[in-house]
């Protein structure tokens, strides 16, 4: 089995939230089209969706770095597992810890992603957009996931405000929402 399949089993029987299917699918085609070089994503699980994109990314041939960030220890620990197993294949660096204390950390070292796919803490996502934007490079992508967010009215609300702010914002352009999986923004730095 190849260890797509293999996370994506591993993370529905230890009950860790993963992106559904067309999710994995836009997200491979966004990557493929866009062949970035610099990936961030706030929200691991177990690995399922970084290494959706990183063998996305080696399909293209292109030179890439995926720094994932996941707070809860446990499914960090699982999901070093899965990447460690295939270092080789995949360039995937795993950060435990808190995405706000990365996202500082990260703007203080002033690196910079040119693909960010937001799949973390829901409710944070409106706090995150400042820092996230400061992050991106002039042309690059972000993505954010569970944008309906159908099963929590109360998060769906403060989505609905993180939406608004990404729109709105002076430096995002092309912000629109895909209507598949959970609902999907995407936007792109000026
Ligand atoms: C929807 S799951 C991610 C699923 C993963 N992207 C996939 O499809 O395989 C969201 C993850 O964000 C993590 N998370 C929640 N709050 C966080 C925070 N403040 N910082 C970093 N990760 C956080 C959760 O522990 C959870 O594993």
Known sequence: ???IKK????????????????????LRTQIKEHKPQHILEIGTGIGYSAIVMASAMNETGFDYELITV????ERAKHAAGNFCGYSHKYDIKLVVGDAKDFLKSAIEKKWVFDFIFLDGPKAQYVNYLEDIVTLMSSGGILVADNIYCKANPKLAEKLKKFVEAAKAHKDLKDVRIENIADGVLIATKK
């Open 7 to 26: 996370v994506k089993i591993q993370s529905i029987d230890l009950g860790v939230p993963l992106i559904r299917d067309d999710m994995a699918e836009f």
């Open 70 to 73: 996941e707070k809860n220890e």
């Open 1 to 3: 089995m190849n260890l």
